[in-house]
Nanobody, 124 residues
Framework: QVQLVESGGGLVQAGGSLRLSCQAS????????AGWFRRAPGKERELVAA????????YYATSVKDRFTISRDNAKTTVYLQMNSLKPEDTAVYYC?????????????????WGQGSQVTVPS
């Protein structure tokens, strides 16, 4: 069984920063990619950022490009999301996800393992 444990969410004022972490543990699995999704109240889940595990290729949603940075630590089996210049519209529950299936990073179906979710709140 694979467990993903997230940490780092919280409340931050507009313009501030937060870093989310997600560590995978449990049985060994082939990691193709990892991603961060978010679901804001009343909205669909969206992919915020993703990274391939081997070569570090990244994807960012337009809304977060140049503000958020995804990275991974192979040794720690951990993926991070550094969020800068946070805006009220970034308020959401953020979920990390790992993929052991090769496919386009933007395809939610490749992500088979999910974290428990972390609340990020940016008051307006």
């Amino acid at each position: 069984q694979v467990q993903l444990v997230e940490s780092g969410g919280g409340l931050v004022q507009a313009g501030g920063s937060l870093r989310l972490s997600c560590q995978a543990s449990g049985r060994t699995f082939s990691r193709f990619a990892a991603g961060w999704f978010r679901r804001a109240p009343g909205k669909e889940r969206e992919l915020v950022a993703a990274i391939t595990w081997v070569d570090g290729s990244t994807y960012y949603a337009t809304s977060v490009k140049d503000r958020f940075t995804i990275s991974r630590d192979n040794a720690k089996t951990t993926v991070y999301l550094q969020m800068n210049s946070l805006k009220p519209e970034d308020t959401a529950v953020y979920y990390c996800a790992f993929s052991n299936t090769i496919g386009p990073l933007t395809t939610a179906g490749i992500y088979g393992y999910w974290g428990q979710g972390s609340q990020v709140t940016v008051p307006s």
